[in-house]
């Protein structure tokens, strides 16, 4: 589906200009510039703004990524935990740096905040599914699952 | 020893939660019909009564609240169920949501007949796409079988902004904006979303109120500590042998947490430190631990309960490390819409950090606890009144862990 038929999916919604982002994410893994000036033009409000919403949150991101996004989180608890030995097994595993993606256009690999499953940690994200108790060694099973 | 309660999580792991009829066969909506039988400043009275402060970190009365939106005359009102849940080492709205779903339906739809409101939104953070799944279904299987009358629920996601759990931050997100918190008043009661009366409340809050219409107020009242009555669900990360979660009554101290429930610290190594409420909570000592979990006895330590997240530190833990972490986090969240915070958040971090790398001077600690001082009243919301906590509690608790790196 382009992105125009997503974001007219959510024109009746009000304020549901988020929503849309959603699911324009979902399709493409990013907001091209193209997209965020339809949202506005739909959402009837200036492109700045539509901008403005486009880069205010975290999980939406105005650059091309990759297709799979890997999110490592970096707060306190997991922080402890040993994130650190994780995001380098990764980073190791894929040949890129946090924030990069892969020339395949496969993955993307980022920090996020807390997701919410600390009662497991170090704990990684992919296309939001949660993953537990991450280690080192089991990096390259769950990054299998994607390729 | 201290045992669990189980009020909120009542039906935790007891029945299907994606299977309406199981919630109503263990007794749910029963609470919902009953209210719909009373008169609205009865319910409202009943609540109150109860004395149940909101569980999401601000601990208002919630009877209170809803008797403000009640109160004001208007053609629309909104309930709206704050499920950010963003707080680091949080996790207990996400096992509501996932284990009862339909406990949290019911409490919204007696808010919305106590103040007149046939409208409701679930704000649920966007690292959580597989609960909105079963709150969608939920409220599908509820609609299906009428129960929740002429009130319609409706899920909206969150899209990665901490301060988004913000009330008015939330409602600015809702309406599709970036999430940047509004001056407060108006309150959201008077005047919220689209500019109608809304309540906000916590998931775990309104998981409390079918419970609370069902037995009364007195009962729940004379649970726990008395000033901020009933359970609480905390969630225990960091070194501790039990990584999970409890509901306790409120009375329950920080001790019997950590030793009794969560099993003490892991490896057999000593406690350092406990952080309560997430990541803006205060960092809480060895000699503190018998204070009670609690609001106000919190509050008493220079602490919080906040979300109801127990980090424990073992001995080998640095707080300057730990700290650093925080630090960079609030600098991250910070929306930038005012200077206090923006400007204040980054200021922290760089300080925090140049202690950190062994770079430090005296002086530096000095301008951390006059900046934290300013900060914490002069930022416009919550985010940057408390983020020097974490900070502050440290330099007031663990001191030599800073002096150890000054130069
Ligand atoms: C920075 C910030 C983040 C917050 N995050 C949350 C949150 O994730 N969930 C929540 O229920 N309340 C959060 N709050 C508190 C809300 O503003 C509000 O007080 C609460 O939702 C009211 O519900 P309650 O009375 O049931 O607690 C946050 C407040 C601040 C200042
Ligand atoms: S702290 Fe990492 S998932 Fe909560």
């Known amino acids: ?102 020339k395949d256009g496969l993955f993307a690999l980022e920090f996020t905040e807390c997701v919410g499953q600390c009662q497991a940690t170090p704990v990684i994200t992919i296309n939001s599914k949660p993953y537990l108790d991450v280690t080192p060694a089991i990096v390259p099973n769950i990054l299998a699952e994607y390729k | 020893m201290a045992e669990e309660m189980r009020i909120v999580l009542r039906n935790y792991g007891k029945i299907d939660p994606l299977n309406i009829d199981e919630y109503i066969a263990a007794g749910g909506y029963k609470a919902l019909e009953k209210a719909k039988g009373m008169n609205q400043i009865d319910l409202i009275e009943e609540v109150k009564k109860s004395n149940l402060r909101g569980r999401g970190g601000a601990g208002f009365n919630c009877g209170q609240k809803w008797f403000f939106a009640y109160q004001t005359n208007a053609d ?80 909206r996601m969150g899209a990665g902004a901490y301060v988004c759990g913000e009330e008015t931050a939330l409602i600015e997100s809702i309406e599709g904006h970036r999430g940047e918190p509004r001056f407060k008043p108006p309150f959201p009661g008077v005047e919220g979303l689209w500019g109608k009366p809304t309540i906000i409340n916590n998931v775990e809050t309104f998981a409390n109120i079918p419970v609370i219409v069902d037995k009364g107020g007195d009962w729940y009242a004379a649970i726990g500590a008395p000033s901020y ?53 205060g960092f809480i000592p060895e000699s503190l631990l018998d204070t009670a979990i609690s609001f106000d006895a919190m509050s008493a330590i220079g602490a919080t309960l906040g979300s109801g997240a127990v980090f424990v530190m073992d001995e080998s833990r640095d707080m300057v490390d730990v700290v650093a972490e925080i630090t960079r986090f609030f600098e991250h969240e910070s929306c930038g819409k005012c200077a206090p915070c923006r400007e204040g958040t980054a200021r922290m971090n760089e300080l925090v950090g140049k202690i950190k790398d062994g770079k430090g001077s005296a002086a530096d600690i000095a301008l951390l606890k006059k900046l934290g001082g300013v900060m914490s009243i002069a930022c416009l919301c919550g985010l940057g009144q408390a983020a020097p906590a974490p900070v502050l509690t440290t330099l007031g608790h663990f001191a030599a862990d800073y002096e150890d790196k000054l130069v």
């Open chain 2, 229 to 281: 009555p009933g359970t609480k669900v905390l969630t225990l990360t960091g070194d501790v042998n039990n990584k999970t979660f409890f509901e306790v009554p409120t009375s329950t101290t920080i001790r019997e947490v950590v030793y009794g429930l969560g099993g003490g610290v892991a490896g057999g190594k000593k406690f350092k430190a406990v952080q309560i409420g997430g990541t803006s909570g």
């Open chain 2, 76 to 155: 629309q009102k909104y309930v709206v169920c704050n499920a950010d849940e963003g707080e680091p080492g949080t996790y207990k709205d996400r096992l509501i949501m996932q284990g009862d779903p339909q406990s949290v339906l019911e409490g919204m739809a007696v808010c919305g007949y106590a103040i007149g409101a046939n409208k409701g939104f679930i704000y649920c953070r966007g690292e959580y796409p597989y609960v909105v799944d079963i709150l969608n279904q939920a409220i599908d299987q509820a609609k299906a079988k009428g129960v929740l009358g002429d009130f319609d629920i409706e899920v």
């Open chain 1, 1 to 102: 589906m382009s992105y125009k038929e997503i974001i007219a999916r959510y024109a009746e919604v009000p304020g549901g200009i988020i929503e849309a982002f959603h699911a324009v994410e979902k399709e493409l893994s990013f907001l091209p510039e193209e997209a965020i000036a339809e949202a506005a033009r739909v959402f009837k409000m200036p492109a700045a703004e539509a901008f403005g919403v486009a880069s205010f949150y975290s999980m939406f991101s105005t650059k091309a990524r990759g297709k799979n996004i890997i999110r490592l989180c970096e707060s306190a608890p997991c922080h402890v935990a040993g994130a650190a030995e994780v995001v380098a097994a990764i980073e190791k595993e894929l040949g890129i740096r946090m924030g990069e993606s892969t």
